[in-house]
Nanobody, 123 residues
Framework: QVQLVGSGGGLVQAGGSLRLSCAASGRTFSTYSMGWFRQAPGKEREFVAAIRWSGGDTYTAASVLGRFTISRDNAKNTVNLQMNNLKPEDTAVYYC????????????????WGQGTQVTVSS
């Protein structure tokens, strides 16, 4: 059974940091791209960052570039999202996902989704 289990969300003040993790299991993801998406209340889901499991190429949304960093830990089969200098507008539920294709802007091509983890940034 394929599982993506996201963790690490929480409440933080503006300017603070959080680290999200996504533990992947149930299949080999070496040919997949792993992504993080987020959805704020009343808004569409949006792309945050992605990384190719093989090769490690990364892609980051302009809105978080320079503040968020995506990485992978092959030994632990996890994908991490380090979020620094958080802003209130980063408040959302963050989802990890996996695709064997190219990412659409709202994760339309995802084969698997994690359950989501809440990130709340207070001003």
């Amino acid at each position: 059974q394929v599982q993506l289990v996201g963790s690490g969300g929480g409440l933080v003040q503006a300017g603070g940091s959080l680290r999200l993790s996504c533990a992947a299991s149930g299949r080999t993801f070496s040919t997949y791209s792993m992504g993080w998406f987020r959805q704020a209340p009343g808004k569409e889901r949006e792309f945050v960052a992605a990384i190719r499991w093989s090769g490690g190429d990364t892609y980051t949304a302009a809105s978080v570039l320079g503040r968020f960093t995506i990485s992978r830990d092959n030994a632990k089969n996890t994908v991490n999202l380090q979020m620094n200098n958080l802003k209130p507008e980063d408040t959302a539920v963050y989802y990890c996902a996996a695709t064997s294709q190219n990412w659409g802007p709202r994760g339309q091509s995802a084969d698997y989704w994690g359950q989501g983890t809440q990130v709340t940034v207070s001003s």
